[in-house]
């Protein structure tokens, strides 16, 4: 058992001068390639048992010969470790490069394409986290550029809008001030309409902002949707009956919810009024609200006859208005997009879908 005990002894200062000898000259490479540290890493494994086992012959007085035999044998097992250490090395290194490549690729603004047969678990795992990144990204990437278009485009209408009215405004001042209006009455009254139009689309963009920029304050307060629902279609029944459109709101379920009665009586009334005016004269805007799994649904349906399948993904978007003409009172195409930051405010959310001869805009919110 002593000479046991004093083998173990001997191979261990041995194997433990070796594996000091390795960490220093692996610190010193920390930095290089892959290649090289695997290299010292299976030189130390080799110098390791070469050092206790010449330690152990050494105590024991072996022979020259058999001295001889026990480092041939770990020379040969060194080349062996030393070969397969620097295959392997190439191998992975390779593999790395072409990750490497791959994801520079994918940061200069392309699509990330993951490297077939990745040599170890890690870089597997590592290609699949960055192929799923660069899905996110596009999918941000699209995002950003079609709510840049959708900036681009507001800016535009909204200064088309304005500038329409404006050169009305300025047309009828200066017919007013040169007493050459024959109706001043007729004009102040068409002056005060416009005016309070342009305050309205004022208002929208400034609400619109505060939504967007996230300062949108809520006070919410447990309120009936059957009052709810009562006060917006008395507040569009005047325009209704201006444009011949019946209102139908006989499938109220009365419900509580759980909401700012200012802001969700906003929702209500633009996607009344945007009904209304897309509904053609004699049609009909139905208004329905029911409890649901998902929460309490509102929906407004109109007779508008139906939104083009490749519009209805843009239609909360800022700006969006279809294909109708852009022409008083279309307004500035901030309605929908208020309607989804005002809903989506409230954790819910806001959708739309074509049912027949129309479409139907409903809204999702938490139950109280």
């Known amino acids: 058992m002593k000479d046991v ?5 001997f191979a261990f200062l041995g194997a433990t001068a070796a594996g000091l000898l390795g960490a220093g000259v692996l610190r010193l490479l920390r930095h290089r390639s892959l290649v090289v540290s ?4 299976a030189g130390v494994a080799v110098t390791a048992m070469l050092a206790g086992t010449l330690t152990v012959a050494w105590a024991m007085f072996l022979s020259s010969h058999d001295l001889y035999v026990v480092t041939t044998v770990v020379a040969m097992a060194a080349l062996v470790s030393l070969a397969t250490a620097v295959l392997l090395g190439r191998w992975v290194a390779a593999h790395s490069r072409e990750l490497t490549l791959a994801t520079r690729s994918f940061g200069d603004g392309g699509t990330f394409a993951a490297p077939a047969g990745q040599p170890t678990a890690e870089l597997a795992e590592l290609a699949r986290e960055l192929a799923a990144t660069s899905a996110k990204l596009d999918s941000s990437r699209e995002r950003e550029r079609a709510l840049e278009a959708s900036r681009r485009e507001l800016v535009a209408w909204i200064s088309h809008d304005l500038r329409t009215p404006l050169a009305g405004l300025r047309a009828m001042a200066e017919a007013l001030e040169d007493g050459m209006a024959a109706d001043s009455g007729r004009y ?8 309070e139009r342009m305050n309205g689309m004022v208002g929208d963009l400034f609400e619109l902002s505060r939504i967007q920029a996230g300062s949108l304050t809520l006070t919410p307060a447990r309120i009936s949707l059957y009052d709810l ?22 499938r109220i379920d009365e419900v509580p919810v759980e909401v700012d009665g200012k802001e969700m009586s906003r929702v209500l009334g633009n996607l009344l009024i945007n009904a209304i005016r897309r509904t053609p004269p004699d049609g009909t805007v139905a208004v329905a609200a029911h409890r649901s799994e998902g929460g309490v ?9 139906g939104i083009p399948a490749e519009d209805l993904p843009r239609v909360f978007d800022t700006g969006w208005r279809g294909s109708h003409a852009r022409t008083p009172p279309a307004g500035a195409g901030l309605g929908l997009a208020i309607v989804r930051g005002i809903v989506e405010a ?3 959310r806001a959708e739309v879908r074509n049912v027949q001869g129309g479409c139907c805009f409903s809204v999702t919110l938490p139950a109280a």
């Open 297 to 305: 649904v509102l929906s407004v349906t109109d007779g508008c006859g």
């Open 229 to 250: 629902v009562g006060d917006a279609l008395a507040g569009v029944d005047p325009l209704a009956r201006e444009h011949g459109v019946r209102l139908i709101g006989d």
């Open 346 to 348: 409230h954790a819910g």
């Open 38 to 41: 695997l290299s010292v890493v």
């Open 188 to 195: 102040l009254r068409q002056i005060r309409t416009e005016v």
């Open 5 to 9: 005990l004093l083998i173990a002894l």
